[in-house]
């Protein structure tokens, strides 16, 4: 099992019990770790605060990725508290709904600048601010949660996956600039899972259904699963990995016909 006793880490993108953040926080907390966990505004932080309650004396703030002053209190309040940073765990997307069906040709201005600015800029934004805390340790490990409609086209995903090309991008920029402080960056693309986020694009189950006829495996992924890859990459077993996307989707990037 992957030892984070020690470790800090911050988790961003925690909705519901659902959330594929969720589970690495729960993963990351069983390993040791001591957590700050993010709501996104009034809406969300009850349900985070009855999650967070479940783990060891967790730091509970508000951070929206789109607002600048919310990233950098966030970063002095962990700062405060944490004295540094050892991992982020970044897990915010969205896209309007209306840009979530349809054609993509059909994406608005508006439409296309939120996806990118909250789905990959947001990234950024999150490791630039962690990247005095991370120096501090000697080094880090930023995550980020990604899908193979970057690459392929799958409908209705639409404007999530040039969001999502953006973010791949960012993963290996990022990587290059912070490689030689120590801090390792590396994506999960994650294959459908049924949450919060899911539930906005249209004919979602059709994409789990194809999944499980089509994926080598023959079944989706829990996010359980998709805890258990982003510990080996938050984790020493990782230490030489960076700039990598890994798979964690049964295989099925891997089939053709
Ligand atoms: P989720 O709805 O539980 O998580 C999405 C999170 O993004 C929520 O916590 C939401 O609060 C946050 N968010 C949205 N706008 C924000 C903003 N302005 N500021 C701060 N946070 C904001 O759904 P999820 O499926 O767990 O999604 C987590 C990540 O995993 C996303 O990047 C998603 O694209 C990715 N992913 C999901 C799947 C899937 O099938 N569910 C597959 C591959 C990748």
Redesign the pocket.
């Known amino acids: 099992m992957t030892d984070l006793q020690g470790k800090t880490g911050l988790i961003?993108?925690?909705?519901?019990k659902?959330?594929?953040?969720w589970a690495i926080a729960q993963a990351a907390a069983e390993a040791g770790a001591r957590l700050a966990i993010?709501?996104?505004g009034e809406r969300?932080e009850e349900n985070v605060r009855e999650l967070a309650a479940t783990l060891v004396n967790p730091l509970i703030l508000p951070?929206?990725?789109?607002d600048d002053a919310q990233i950098a209190h966030l970063y002095e309040a962990i700062d405060g508290e944490f004295g540094g940073l050892d991992f982020l765990v970044h897990?915010?997307?969205?896209a309007p709904r209306e840009e979530l069906s349809g054609p993509f040709v059909q994406t608005s201005r508006e439409g296309f600048r939120l996806s990118l600015d909250?789905?990959a800029y947001?990234l950024v934004a999150l490791a630039r601010g962690a990247l005095p805390l991370m120096e501090r340790r000697g080094g880090g490990s930023i995550l980020?949660?990604?899908?193979l409609g970057s690459q392929r086209v799958f409908d209705n995903y639409n404007v999530?996956g040039v969001a999502?090309a953006a973010l791949e991008a960012c993963v290996r920029y990022l990587a290059a600039d912070l490689g030689p402080k120590g801090i390792r960056v590396n994506a999960i693309?994650?294959?459908?899972?049924?949450?919060?986020?899911?539930s906005g694009i249209s004919g979602f189950s059709a994409i789990l259904q194809h999944y499980r006829d089509r994926a080598p495996l023959h079944r989706t992924v829990e996010?359980a699963e998709v805890a258990d890859a982003a510990m080996f990459l938050l984790g020493p077993a990782g230490r030489a990995v960076t700039a990598e996307i890994l798979m964690v989707d049964g295989g099925y990037h891997a089939t053709g016909m």
């Open positions: 961003v993108g925690v909705a519901n659902r959330s594929i953040a993010t709501y996104q969300l951070c929206d990725v789109t897990g915010a997307a969205f909250i789905s947001s980020t949660l990604t899908y999530m999502k693309s994650a294959g459908p899972i049924k949450t919060l986020a899911a996010t």
